[in-house]
């Protein structure tokens, strides 16, 4: 069993950043982060596998970073240059095995709870 806690989250002007963090208890091989908007399916944002391969989706590249502190067993989420699209529910999710699919969230077998991102204009 894993289990993953989000902190982080807040309101920010857009332009602005924020860090995300994901503390994970148990073995995972890649953790993720996925967001979902209000009537929007969840989608994925980033992925960091065990060989430290990281996957983006096309919307956040060149403005989030994904990266994890092993020794700690958290999963960061650096936000910059945010825009008002990026306001939503982020969740961290993880597996313990590799997928060819990081960014799909059937490959997740633990979520956390959440952190609320809002961008204002």
């Known amino acids: 069993q894993v289990q993953l806690v989000e902190s982080g989250g807040g309101s920010v002007p857009a332009g602005g950043s924020l860090t995300l963090s994901c503390a994970a208890s148990g073995v995972t091989y890649t953790m993720a982060w996925f967001r979902q908007a209000p009537g929007k399916e969840r989608e994925g944002v980033a992925a960091f596998d065990f060989n430290k391969r990281t996957t983006y989706a096309d919307s956040v590249k060149g403005r989030f970073t994904i990266s994890k502190d092993n020794a700690k067993n958290t999963l960061y989420l650096q936000m910059d240059s945010l825009k008002r699209e990026d306001t939503a529910m982020y969740y961290c999710?993880?597996?313990?095995?590799?997928?060819?699919?990081?960014?799909?969230?059937?490959?997740?077998?633990?979520w956390g709870q959440g952190t609320q991102v809002t961008v204002s204009s």
């Open positions: 999710a993880s597996r313990r095995i590799p997928t060819p699919y990081p960014l799909r969230s059937s490959e997740y077998t633990y």
